[in-house]
Every structure is written in C-alpha cells, then in structure tokens.
C-alpha cells in the first residue's frame, strides 16, 4: 500500500524568496562635508559615518529620526533604515554641513496561506494573507482553480483590514489552487481534498455500512479494506467494489474470516489510483474486529 500526501504541499503553504543580506554603506565626516553627501540603499539597509576629521562632529536626522552621539575623531555611528523614504541630515556641531540617504522601499507583495494543506471532503479551510502596504480598505481578489479546469474562478473579493490582513473561508470540492491578487500582484496556495470515508461501528444486526463522500459519484470503484498488524503497519486485506451509491455493506462473519484471531483494527483504505482526478489518498477511521 502506498499512501502518497506530497510533502512539499504539506509543508508550503506559502512560498517567498528569501531576503537578500543587508548591506553597509560608508560615508566619510571630512571638514569639507559628508562624502559622499548623496547615499542609496534598500530597505533594512545600514549607513556607517566615520569621522575622518581632526575635529568632532554630529549626525543628525533633519526630522529627528536618528541622531548620533559627539563624534571624536575615528569614532563611527551607524544607523540601520528600517523603511523607504528619503532622509536627510546635517552635522550638529557644523548645521552647514548636510547630506541624504535615500531609502528605496521593499517591494510591494501579497501573501497568502491555508489554515491545512490537506482536507476532507466538506471540511472548511480558512486563507489568510496580507498586503506589504499595510493599509485598510486595499482590494484583494482570491480566485480559485479547481483540478481539471483551465479557467480561474473568482471565489471573493475582499477588503484588507488592520494591517492590510485578510481572510476567507471555504470547503474546496476537489484539489485546488488558490490565488490571492493584488495590483499587478498575486500569490498562491495548492489545497488537496481527501474524500470523506466512514466506517460507523456494526450494526445490531451484524453488518458494516461503509461509504465515500466526495464531489462526484464513486459507483463501480474500488477500495481496500485493510488490518492494523502487530508490526504497526496497515496491510490489504481485500479489495472491494463500491456500489450504486459509492458505498457498500459487509458482514462482520466476512471480515472475520479474512483477519487471523485475535483482536485487530480494519478500515477503508481508498489510494488515488482508484479515484477520479483531483483527490488523494483516503481512509476511514477505524473499527474493531474480535475473531475467537
């Protein structure tokens, strides 16, 4: 048996690039001025003043966001930009001295996410993301393009809220990948559907009622009715055909005459390979089985 749940869904929900290393620039104090006067970094980007004179000096932000304390002479001061704009700034001691750093801003970017990779047919997951802008009220469309279909659906269109987050809830049919957009912007999320298998407990009168629930009908296909062996691991112990309505009745006298004594656990094992496209792998819970 084979049970196939790729790792990479499970373990991406959402995928980014990692962020290039911050980087340093140098500027130099002379008694001529800052050099260079002009400086450009990225955001979270650094600037490292050095004091090159024979006198001392200050930096200071023109709207008061950094300031460094006096400057002797080969002593430095630097200052880490945490978001994009332009800054400019002068020498306290010498106010005619005056330079800017400017601070190019992240990329804008949309996030999004599953609350689960994998679920079970009917079951709600719920995505989230959120824009680098930040802000409320910016418009973000989620579409969605179920397994087998060439045409993306829009499934919600949606306003940020604090901190330019969002969130949606929905049961997915079938497998599929969902796409938040924003602005020429967008991000994606692959969701994967398991049919919903159940094996409620014999019935008074002997028999097991087991059947598949999914989006389209499962008649004619078929499952595996599996044991939980001393070694832990889940074996075939025969393979079943589902019936006109994608379910099926066995006997608990049948199931034991194909389990050795003693008292194990049976399920329903349903691989994809039985399976129309769009789902994954599926089983029921599980039942007892004494056999005497």
Do not use: C
């Given at each position: 048996?084979?049970?196939?749940?790729?790792?990479?869904?499970?373990?991406?929900?959402?995928?980014?690039?990692?962020?290039?290393?911050?980087?340093?620039?140098?500027?130099?104090?002379?008694?001529?001025?800052?050099?260079?006067?002009?400086?450009?970094?990225?955001?979270?980007?650094?600037v490292?003043?050095?004091?090159?004179?024979?006198?001392?000096?200050?930096?200071?932000?023109?709207?008061?966001?950094?300031?460094?304390?006096?400057?002797?002479?080969?002593?430095?001061?630097?200052?880490?930009?945490?978001?994009?704009?332009?800054?400019?700034?002068?020498?306290?001691?010498?106010?005619?001295?005056?330079?800017?750093?400017?601070?190019?801003?992240?990329?804008?970017?949309?996030?999004?996410?599953?609350?689960?990779?994998?679920?079970?047919?009917?079951?709600?997951?719920?995505?989230?993301?959120?824009?680098?802008?930040?802000?409320?009220?910016?418009?973000?469309?989620?579409?969605?393009?179920?397994?087998?279909?060439?045409?993306?659906?829009?499934?919600?269109?949606?306003?940020?809220?604090?901190?330019?987050?969002?969130?949606?809830?929905?049961?997915?049919?079938?497998?599929?990948t969902?796409q938040?957009?924003?602005?020429?912007?967008?991000?994606?999320?692959?969701?994967?559907?398991?049919?919903?298998i159940k094996?409620?407990?014999?019935?008074?009168?002997?028999?097991?009622?087991?059947?598949?629930?999914?989006?389209?009908?499962?008649?004619?296909?078929?499952?595996?009715?599996?044991?939980?062996?001393?070694?832990?691991?889940?074996?075939?112990?025969?393979?079943?055909?589902?019936?006109?309505?994608?379910?099926?009745?066995?006997?608990?006298?049948?199931?034991?005459?194909?389990?050795?004594r003693?008292?194990?656990?049976?399920?329903?094992?349903?691989?994809?390979?039985?399976?129309?496209?769009?789902?994954?792998?599926?089983?029921?819970?599980t039942?007892?089985?004494?056999?005497?």
């Open positions: 048996m084979r049970r196939f749940i790729p790792h990479a869904v499970a373990a991406l929900a959402l995928v980014l690039a990692a962020p290039a290393s911050a980087a340093t620039s140098a500027v130099q104090i002379k008694s001529t001025g800052f050099a260079p006067a002009t400086v450009s970094i990225n955001q979270n980007d650094s490292k003043w050095t004091n090159t004179d024979t006198k001392n000096h200050q930096v200071v932000a023109n709207n008061g966001s950094f300031v460094s304390g006096i400057l002797a002479p080969g002593k430095s001061f630097t200052h880490t930009f945490k978001s994009g704009g332009t800054f400019r700034y002068h020498d306290g001691l010498h106010p005619t001295l005056t330079g800017t750093v400017t601070v190019k801003g992240a990329p804008d970017q949309v996030t999004l996410a599953a609350s689960a990779p994998v679920v079970k047919f009917g079951s709600q997951i719920t995505l989230t993301g959120a824009v680098t802008s930040k802000k409320v009220g910016e418009t973000v469309t989620l579409v969605a393009l179920p397994y087998g279909q060439t045409t993306k659906q829009v499934v919600a269109t949606l306003q940020t809220t604090t901190n330019g987050t969002f969130s949606f809830t929905l049961a997915p049919q079938v497998n599929t969902y938040a957009q924003w602005k020429s912007l967008e991000s994606s999320v692959i969701v994967q559907v398991q049919p919903m094996l409620p407990f014999v019935s008074r009168t002997g028999y097991f009622h087991f059947y598949v629930t999914a989006g389209q009908s499962f008649a004619g296909r078929f499952v595996y009715l599996q044991r939980f062996t001393l070694a832990r691991t889940w074996i075939n112990v025969r393979r079943l055909q589902l019936g006109q309505k994608s379910g099926r009745i066995m006997s608990v006298k049948f199931v034991r005459r194909l389990i050795p003693g008292r194990w656990s049976v399920r329903i094992y349903m691989p994809a390979t039985e399976m129309p496209g769009g789902y994954i792998d599926s089983w029921s819970g039942q007892p089985v004494v056999k005497r």
